[in-house]
Nanobody
């Protein structure tokens, strides 16, 4: 069982930066490091879309955020981060942290990011 809590969202002007955090609480014998983790985002009325994930083999990126967003994780602290730079109004969305292992999928409650033009 994993509980995820996102934080760090807010209002920022275009061109600015935000750092989102996702704190994971893991119960049982599994360690947080064994989970695939990712960030998604969702705009009202649209499907939730993949933003980025952190895997042992690299960091896949959604094209629109390549070169602007950086994902990282600290397994010792059970944390996942999303550094967002050069933000654009189209990045406005609720951002969700996601963890998955062996088909068990977990979501946080989301954090709102609003980028003003």
């Amino acid at each position: 069982q994993v509980q995820l809590v996102e934080s760090g969202g807010g209002l920022v002007q275009a061109g600015g930066s935000l750092r989102l955090s996702c704190a994971a609480s893991v119960s049982g014998r599994t360690s947080f490091s064994s989970y695939w983790v990712a960030w998604f985002r969702q705009v009202p009325g649209k499907p939730r879309e993949f933003v980025a994930s952190s895997t042992s083999s690299g960091t896949p990126w959604e094209d629109s955020v390549k070169g602007r967003f950086i994902i990282s994780r600290d397994n010792a602290k059970n944390m996942v981060y999303l550094q967002m730079n050069s933000l654009k109004p189209e990045d406005t969305a609720v951002y969700y942290c996601n963890a998955d292992r062996d088909g068990r999928n977990y979501w946080g409650q989301g954090t709102q990011v609003t980028v003003s033009s």
